[in-house]
């Protein structure tokens, strides 16, 4: 049987600055969501867009990297592995998040810079 992997490759554009926090452990996290754009025809002809929003984390050396050069529109390829977690919130209710963890980050595009 085939040796099966947890990875995952987005193309997309940053919806705002990443959010950094340095834990208690003194270990660096950057969060930040990645919008991925994806365009088909229907059989009719029309053409359809639609945006999906991705979560991603980053730690260490990535961590800083993201916060040092990434900010709000710019466009990355993410190389990383899902992972979902459930967690109960505050009203006690059970909920589930799916993250991608950064392995590799690529600029590929900067933001449109308005006169």
Request: no cysteine; proline share 2%; glycine share 8%.
């Amino acid at each position: 049987m085939m040796n099966i992997k947890n990875h995952v490759q987005l193309v997309g554009r940053l919806g705002a600055n990443p959010e950094v926090k340095v834990l208690e452990s003194g270990k660096k996290l950057a969060r930040f969501h990645l919008a991925v754009n994806e365009s088909y025809t229907k059989a009719s002809g029309e053409k359809v867009s639609k945006v999906q929003w991705h979560s991603v984390i980053a730690w260490g050396h990535l961590a800083g990297i993201a916060e040092r050069i990434l900010q709000k529109g710019t466009q990355v390829t993410i190389d990383g592995k899902l992972l979902n977690q459930v967690f109960t919130n505050k009203a006690g209710e059970k909920r589930s998040a799916t993250e991608i963890v950064a392995s590799e980050l690529f600029v590929i595009g900067r933001p449109a810079t308005t006169a």
